[in-house]
């Protein structure tokens, strides 16, 4: 299947958590634009996280794969988990963001409930974990646009950007 032809039915983030997770179980208790799958990659472990549309959001806003606040606590909370799990093993596994994020959840709702908490608190999470040693790297895959680039991807050790048939240059 082409790159454009996976598009139309699952988003970039999506085709690719599946490229690398393999069959690995996506972690339960995770909201449907959030997800969590644990691998092994070379050898070492690794929590792969991909923020993906769901057009049964109960924000509109956030119904095609944009950062809003349920994915902003959401990616927090995958990141804080695997630190805590680590903390203290003198290996840390590496922490993946497959990143297509068309923009954060712009909206008066997500503003009042405080978007900018969310997003922050993803950050701060990624941030956290690369300074607590695990190897942090940003893989984008489609779009990085916005807020829900900074929350999502921007704190990593590593951004790789990758260049397919499949994506233009305006993404």
């Not at 990659?41 to 950062?67: K, N, T, W, Y």
């Not at 990141?79 to 959840?105: G, M």
């Not at 900074?150 to 260049?163: C, M, P, T, V």
Request: aromatic share 6%.
């Amino acid at each position: 299947m082409s790159a454009t032809s996976a598009q139309s039915t699952i988003s970039r983030g999506e085709a690719w958590l599946a490229a690398l997770g393999g069959n690995a179980a996506r972690q339960p208790g995770y909201p449907a634009s959030v997800q969590v799958a644990d691998v092994e990659a070379a050898g070492r472990a690794a929590r792969l996280i991909a923020v993906v549309p769901d057009a049964a959001s109960p924000f509109p806003r956030a119904r095609q794969g944009e950062v809003g606040l349920i994915e902003g606590w959401s990616l927090a909370r995958a990141v804080h988990e695997a630190v805590a799990a680590d903390r203290n093993r003198p290996v840390k596994r590496a922490i993946i963001a497959i990143v297509d994020t068309p923009s954060q959840a712009y909206g008066r709702r997500e503003e009042a409930f405080g978007i900018h908490q969310a997003l922050a608190g993803a950050a701060d999470a990624y941030a956290t974990a690369r300074l607590q040693g695990h190897p942090v790297i940003a893989l984008l895959v489609g779009k990085a646009m916005s807020g829900a680039f900074l929350a999502h991807g921007y704190q990593a050790n590593r951004i790789l950007a990758l260049r397919d048939p499949g994506r233009s240059e305006e993404q």
